[in-house]
């Protein structure tokens, strides 16, 4: 009896070392690119209950991350952006909740996203079980455990581990049912496929690989198989009832809003609404009749069919072996496998597959359903434009876990145990040791993480690490920085006091930081020409890997005073437009603080905007005094000097950009 419990207690505690690592891994780390948006939909949806917000992505896995928002006293996201929400526009929605998310939901959430990876690893032990026993689950279960792109993804309020989880659940009820015909195990199936078709888009994919697993079982069906008649009657009836059950299901999640429209009531509807609506609704009418009802939910149609157009036409702007482009690279997503995987893990998988090949003419049914899933999303995928990291593969993993288990199918001695035990350990060291940074690990065939983004870094550069460079311009009581965001940089420096300013074109000495995915990923020429001289050098010192600082022993100018009350209310005039009434204002504040740098700088700003260029120049001047690096300052001077015909002065200056 105690031999029985160790697999379920080697199970849990694999489990357990995965959601504590992925939890800790996060637990200081900002918000990423995608963490807003999907917990905007989710917050929305729970208070609402309109889905509008929820086109790009369908909203199961939004509304499981948004649930500590119903305990919390979290103002209407409504309320905080009206404009977004009347524009159905998530992303701007998202900005206007930003400060809550940050401060109050991130955490909460995120951990509340694990609950996805607890039903990932249960269920590879279940099947694994049944496979080849359960003494032998314990390799695809530390697979699991030791996986990098499933720990960095588990616990971001996105919907890629929700996608992992249930069409890996979907493919094995499918399994389940087709080798055991029953009532519960088709609800298991139908339960499962409108789970994952409600959490994401890419399970649209699930559509060929149960049409081919169901071929298959039809021409190599399991060792008791049913006449082909009745297969075909298996097959069929169970097509049909989980169609039925996904179009249901899909329905009721999003409220049965907008279903039964015709493409001209989506045309109609469409009209001055954030873009994916009119360019789904603008698809639909190309393909389908006008006089017929479409049966699904107006908001789920119009995002299927963009993200559609997306993988399919536009793709995604990604970095990839030095180029920068909108995917189609046919070798992207099986180089990554290559370099995103521990090398241990990747040698077991090898192994894995060729003893299951050479168990194909006692095994074949469970080997060959094994491989068609991950075969099929790599191909598709691979032909496919929207190639913007790993985690649009992760379904494949515990598949390739799986077929890795086969390496201790077969009686095996006791040399080949412990040379599996050793690649398990090496990969589970492998993994701890690039702690916390799991979204940039790569393994040495890339050259680890200080290289590896050299080859792909879209997916990867998440904007994950802006929390730990405001601890560093913290520690180092820096308060302005030259500065290359990703996504919601901007906003978390200068919530943290931090001011920002753009990219010096050359290297001026000044202290910057730069993502990695913006340093490569641009197709603005000047700001490429900008970002050239960063690549010709190592920078000083690297943040979780994504962050690339240069000049990190400059020092920018001395902080803003303490007093900025005459300052703000001059900055307010001159941006509303009243140039020559914050004049004076500045010119006040000046004589309680005469060095503040941003004070001169947005006088002579206030007076060339007067056209007193003769009056702006000593304030540019005085500005580069104070700060020499200040690049907009000699920009404006430069420019000064040139209206007034002093083309001269204006050469030292540099280019006006």
Not at 110 to 118: A, E, G, Y
Not at 276 to 299: M, Q
Request: net charge positive.
């Amino acid at each position: 009896m105690r031999r029985n419990r160790l697999p379920l207690l080697f199970a849990v505690i694999c489990i357990i070392f995965f959601v504590v690592t992925a939890a800790l891994s996060v637990f200081k780390a900002s918000s990423t690119w995608d963490d807003p948006p999907h917990l905007a939909g989710g917050i929305a949806q729970w208070q609402t209950g309109d889905p509008r917000l929820n086109a790009d992505h369908p909203p199961f896995a939004r509304l499981v991350g948004a649930i500590p928002s119903l305990f919390m006293d979290v103002p209407r996201l409504v309320d905080r952006g009206p404009w977004a929400w009347a524009r159905w526009d998530i992303n701007s929605a998202a900005s206007a909740y930003f400060d809550i998310i940050e401060d109050r939901l991130l955490w909460p959430s995120r951990l509340t996203m694990l609950s996805f990876s607890v039903l990932l690893g249960f269920l590879l032990y279940q099947w694994g079980g049944e496979l080849y026993g359960r003494q032998k689950t314990w390799l695809p279960l530390a697979l699991y455990a030791f996986c990098p792109p499933l720990i960095a993804n588990a616990t971001l309020v996105t919907t890629d581990l929700a996608a992992t989880a249930f069409i890996f659940s979907a493919v094995y009820s499918w399994w389940r049912y087709l080798s055991h015909p029953s009532k519960t195990n088709l609800a298991w199936i139908c339960l499962s496929v409108t789970l994952a078709f409600a959490s994401k888009h890419t399970a649209i994919l699930l559509a060929p690989i149960l049409l081919t697993t169901a071929i298959i079982y039809l021409g190599l069906p399991p060792s008791t198989p049913f006449p082909l008649a009745r297969r075909l009657r298996i097959v069929g009836f169970a097509l049909l009832v989980i169609s039925i059950a996904t179009v249901a299901g899909l329905n009721s999640i999003y409220f049965f809003d907008g279903v039964f429209l015709t493409p001209p009531e989506y045309i109609a509807r469409s009209s001055g609404m954030f873009a994916i609506f009119p360019k789904g609704s603008e698809t639909l009418a190309k393909i389908w009749p006008s006089w017929l009802p479409v049966p699904l939910p107006y908001v789920y149609v119009c995002g299927l069919l963009a993200a559609l157009g997306n993988v399919g036409e536009l793709g995604h702007a990604t970095y990839f072996l030095g180029q920068a482009g909108y995917g189609g690279w046919p070798n992207y997503f099986l180089m990554l496998l290559l370099i995103k995987l521990p090398i241990p893990t990747l040698i077991l998988i090898t192994f894995g597959i060729s003893r299951a090949v050479s168990r194909l003419p006692r095994d074949g049914w469970n080997i060959v359903y094994l491989m068609t899933p991950p075969l099929l999303l790599l191909l598709i995928a691979s032909n496919g434009k929207m190639q913007i990291g790993i985690r649009h593969i992760l379904p494949a993993l515990p598949f390739l876990f799986l077929l890795a288990g086969y390496t201790l199918r077969n009686p095996v001695r006791l040399w080949h145990t412990f040379a599996v035990t050793g690649l398990v350990a090496a990969s589970g060291f492998n993994t701890v040791v690039k702690f916390p940074n799991y979204l940039m690990y790569y393994n040495f065939l890339a050259g680890g993480p200080n290289q590896g983004w050299r080859i792909s870094v879209t997916g990867d550069d998440f904007g994950q690490g802006d929390a730990d460079l405001v601890r560093w311009l913290q520690v180092r009581g820096i308060k302005q920085i030259a500065y290359g965001g990703f996504g919601w940089g901007g906003a978390v420096l200068n919530r943290a006091g931090i001011n920002t300013t753009p990219i010096p074109c050359d290297d001026t000495g000044e202290l910057l930081a730069i993502h990695a995915g913006q340093l490569l990923l641009t197709y603005d020429l000047e700001k490429k020409r900008c970002y050239d001289w960063m690549l010709l050098r190592e920078p000083d010192e690297k943040i979780g890997y994504s962050i690339f600082i240069y000049n990190s022993d400059n020092r920018p100018p001395l902080p803003p005073p303490a007093n900025l009350t005459l300052f703000s209310e001059a900055l307010k005039l001159q941006l509303s437009g009243q140039p020559e009434s914050a004049i004076p204002v500045y010119k006040k504040y000046l004589q309680q603080e005469p060095n503040y740098y941003q004070a001169h700088f947005n006088l002579g700003c206030a007076l060339m905007d007067t056209h007193q260029c003769e009056s702006a120049i000593p304030e540019f001047e005085r500005t580069l005094e104070l700060w020499p690096a200040y690049q907009e300052a000699h920009q404006y001077l430069a420019k000064c000097h040139r209206l007034l015909g002093e083309i001269d002065k204006a050469k030292p200056h540099g280019q006006i950009r």
